[in-house]
């Protein structure tokens, strides 16, 4: 049963137009994160929530943009995509009550701009 | 400097050969380290964590060492369905985030 789940798999957008990219999860994690990645290219952290504190990395764009409503959703706005925004998107969770916690992803969603 | 490096690739081995991987990571407050593996076009997938003590899965050996910063996996017996990209994970202490290195491409052949 998949535990973290990213809708839609595979999303075609046009340029300049809005995007909202979603994510939930059933395994209760506190810790919830947004990468990238491109190909042939390793994930890179966009973001990440502890609980609902908001984590941005130095060098996302601000472009994107993330929401937590509650534990189980997380979603990962893209105000304005670029050509250049064309890429994998993967959401995982983990748990920071454990000291050696693994992260869970979602299947990602592949997003496309045209 | 990355907060997580790995060996460059691709390693092109033949089946049943032996391989390691490193990975080197600047935040000496670390406090937990994973090796993924990915496959083309899918979500990386939790191959191993690694322990201080060094940990073994099969044909797979973890090591990490702390004093020089650095983790390694060792996969013995190389099989074709060994091949995809090995990225090693560190959680960066304090931030509680997952870091990802680089990635390293294993290619395995006949």
């Known amino acids: 049963d998949a535990m973290v789940i990213q809708n839609p798999r595979y999303q075609v957008t046009q340029f300049g137009k809005p995007v909202t990219l979603s994510c939930s999860q059933t395994?209760?994690?506190?810790?919830m994160y947004w990468y990238q990645q491109k190909s042939s290219q390793a994930p890179k952290l966009l973001f990440h929530?502890?609980?609902?504190?908001?984590?941005n990395e130095a060098d996302t764009p601000d472009n994107f943009q993330s929401r937590r409503p509650n534990t189980s959703f997380c979603f990962l706005d893209i105000r304005s995509p670029g050509l250049g925004d064309a890429a994998m998107y993967l959401c995982?969770?983990?748990?920071?009550?454990?000291?050696?916690?693994?992260?869970?992803f979602g299947q990602g969603t592949r997003l496309t701009v045209v | 400097r990355k907060e997580v490096e790995q060996d460059p690739g691709p390693f092109n081995v033949p089946e049943g050969a032996t391989v390691a991987f490193n990975c080197t990571y600047s935040?000496?407050?670390?406090?937990?380290f994973f090796w993924y593996r990915q496959d083309c076009r899918k979500e990386p997938k939790l191959l191993m964590s690694?322990?201080?003590s060094g940990n073994e899965d099969g044909r797979f050996t973890a090591q990490l060492n702390r004093a020089s910063q650095y983790i390694s996996l060792l996969i013995r017996d190389s099989k074709l369905s060994d091949s995809a990209t090995y990225l090693c994970?560190?959680?960066?202490?304090?931030?509680?985030?997952?870091?990802f290195g680089t990635g390293t491409r294993l290619l395995v052949s006949p």
């Open positions: 995982a969770t983990s748990s920071a009550a454990q000291v050696s916690t693994e992260a869970f």
């Open positions: 395994l209760n994690h506190n810790v």
């Open positions: 929530y502890y609980d609902k504190d908001f984590n």
């Open positions: 935040n000496s407050a670390s406090q937990s």
């Open positions: 690694v322990y201080s």
């Open positions: 994970v560190v959680n960066i202490a304090g931030f509680q985030k997952l870091v």
